[in-house]
């Protein structure tokens, strides 16, 4: 659902505009200053789609006091999981040194920004407007939620930025899954690009080197769209001696970096070597799915153990990479290549997966909590709230308890069991912390 937090410093009228947007009183209205604490949600239907609504408290930064600092914590909460930030201000104040002072803040979040310029009764007072234009908001929209003035082009925008978000969606789904075949030089990735392909669309040689271009490729199979990407192999530091090898090298990063999905190829034959080790560093920090297709199989003389062996052996190479699902493929004789489409579109559907935020919070924390615990005796979890930022890949930010980061296997651990509850198959799962600001206590004066 698109999600559109309302903040503000406390009395400009958040929940007097809140209850005027969802068209029921929810939130409590008053003169006094600071009576919404918890966010509340409600929900507007709007050009046919539900738009959430925060109603949140009133921000105070750098505040001392215990409940005013409670509920700024509440609304960065209400703008990590937002996707539209709608700033409310008094238009007969002007622009105060609080408003100015939450500006930092909310452009940190990476948030759409816009602003409602509230308590504007009659069109003679829409003037006011002017100074708030100066903050440098997407939108200024003049309103008076107490005499529903201008709400109706309020809400008109709220839809048309949902419908664009939704449209983009729908036209990002509608895009070619991109794939990028990337390795070490003469593992066979061109051979496998034309067997994904069916046509012999790039060259193949046994001399290394010899694709220095990206190839993109668009393939259809079975209703769904592929851009197949054929990088130039990646080589060791130092050994890249020629200019137009550097620069290839160069450009197959950056492809894997605007690539979906990652076929990740090994020789099967010599098995994972130290610069194998690296591409698929390379693959883990671009942020896209990674499949690990081990080539030349059929080449390789086997018994019962050889497979789970050679899966050890990548895993012990690449530990970063043990979310990454393996296959074993011939591109020469086309062994199980065709099973390749089945995985990029289940690793595509997976790093698109959002998981909701009442999910996270009453189901999956206090069960990692209690597993914590229980192989912790003496440890907490430290969690206070968990939100999926984002997709592709997915991105959860985390609100600690406390005001130290939690230890990288602890982070480790909220993955493996984010993963094992959830899926996200082949794709890699991004932790972002936000820790607990730290209490300022007044400092006291005393007589002599």
Known sequence: MFRVAIVGRPNVGKSTLFNRLCRIRKAIVGDEPGITRDRICGTVSLGGRSIELLDTGGMIPQTRDVIPAKILEQVEMAIAESDLLLLVVDGRAGVTPADEQLLPMLRRSGRPLWVAVNKLDTPELEFYTAPFFAIGAEEVFPVSAEHDRGMGLLLDAIAARAGERAAAEELEEAKAISVAVVGRPNVGK??????????????????????????????????????????????????????????????????????????????????VTKLDAAIGGYASESGCSVIIVANKWDKVVKDQHTLEEFTDAVHRRMKYLTYAPLLTVSALTGQRVSKLFEMILKAQEARHLRIPTAALNNIFVPDVAEQFTAHNPYQKLGIRYITQASANPPTFVIFTAGQNRLHFSTERFLINQLRLKFGFYAAPIRIEQRLKKPRVRAARSGGD
């Open 190 to 271: 061109s051979s496998l690009v034309n067997r994904l392909l069916g046509v012999e669309r790039t060259i193949v040689s046994e001399i290394p080197g010899t694709t220095r271009d990206a190839v993109d490729t668009l393939l259809e199979r079975d209703g769904s769209r592929y851009r197949v990407i054929d990088t130039a192999g990646i080589r060791r530091k130092g050994k890249t001696e020629k200019r137009t090898e550097i620069v290839s090298v160069v450009m197959a990063r950056k492809n894997l970096e605007r690539a979906d999905v990652a076929l990740l190829l090994l020789d099967a034959e010599e098995g």
